[in-house]
């Protein structure tokens, strides 16, 4: 079992920077990839990054280049860093952990473990 708690969210203009953060339990966090989804209002879930248990690292093309997703395994943490900001942003933020040393994937569906969710607004 992991448990997955999302926190940084909040509250920046267009142009602004976010870092967020997800601190997961369990003492195998180094073998999970690791993904951070979207969802806007009416929205489905979008998958917006993933990091692999050895750091290589996936992005949607429309953050590439303004979003970077890191891990430290020390503190079984997970980060995604958001910088230039748009309004099309504007969503809640979940993290999510899939089965140990499988592949990162792009669909939500591969991701057992969910985190509670962190608003992200991108005001104009």
């Known amino acids: 079992q992991v448990q997955l708690v999302e926190s940084g969210g909040g509250l920046v203009q267009a142009g602004g920077s976010l870092r967020l953060s997800c601190a997961a339990s369990g003492r195998t966090f180094n073998t999970y990839p690791m993904g951070w989804f979207r969802q806007a209002p009416g929205n489905e879930r979008e998958f917006v990054a993933a990091?692999?248990?050895?750091?290589?690292?996936y992005y949607t093309d429309s953050v590439k280049g303004r979003f970077t997703i890191s891990r430290d395994n020390a503190k079984n943490t997970v980060y995604l860093q958001m910088n230039s900001l748009k309004p099309e942003d504007t969503a809640v933020y979940y993290c999510a952990a899939a089965a140990p040393f499988s592949l990162p994937s792009t669909s939500a569906a591969e991701y057992g473990y969910w985190g509670q969710g962190t608003q992200v607004t991108v005001s104009s």
């Open positions: 990091i692999n248990w050895n750091r290589s690292t």
